[in-house]
């Protein structure tokens, strides 16, 4: 994978998560990001699930802005979070790429979990993608993507590697919209 992609991917990232095009990540550019998911998910803003979902973003916003130096109330900028990001996906390891991300994608996974196993099908799959704004079209190539161990479901730990495949290039399958 060229660094022009990843590259490519991370700004494209920033762009969608600067919700307010203000140039700068801040917490409530993250708390939009997360009440987007959840009303493209149908779900009630006050609902558990949702609230999972806000902590993890924040959570995530923690991450970013400790790394960078700014705190808790900072700002990103775009080079911090291009620079940021591509220390977790590509130099801090797997172990904590999925400490960092790993709430994100169960929040998400809690969200259109319908049966509550813990698992995504291939019909809650679809339902993910359409819920952050993908071409619910593609969704079944996508999950025979993803589904890596082939029992037709997936698993956070595959969802997670999916997330870096993506960001490595060697997956199109964007899951964090």
């Given amino acids: 994978m060229t660094t022009a992609i990843a590259n490519d991917r991370l700004q494209k990232r920033f762009e969608k998560w600067d919700a307010d095009a203000n140039g700068v990540l801040e917490r409530a550019d993250f708390q939009e990001e997360a009440a987007k ?10 609902s558990r699930e949702v609230q999972a979902l806000k902590d993890a973003f924040n ?65 809650e799959f679809e339902a993910w993608l359409g819920g952050i704004g993908v071409n619910r079209a593609e969704a079944k190539e996508a999950f025979q993507q993803v589904d890596t161990d082939n029992d037709g479901e997936l698993s956070l730990e595959e969802l997670l590697a999916a997330v870096r495949e993506y960001h490595f290039g060697r997956l199109d399958v964007e899951l964090l919209g």
């Fill in 59 to 123: 959570g995530l916003f923690d991450y970013l802005a400790r790394e960078a130096g700014v705190g808790p109330e900072g700002q990103l900028t775009k080079d911090q979070f291009l620079q940021v990001t591509g220390d977790l996906i590509f130099q801090s390891g797997e172990a904590n790429f999925n400490r960092v991300l790993g709430p994100v994608v169960k929040a998400i996974i809690g969200i259109c979990d319908k049966n509550a196993d813990g698992q995504i099908n291939a019909e």
């Fill in 37 to 46: 998911i959840a009303h493209g998910f149908g779900k009630a803003q006050e």
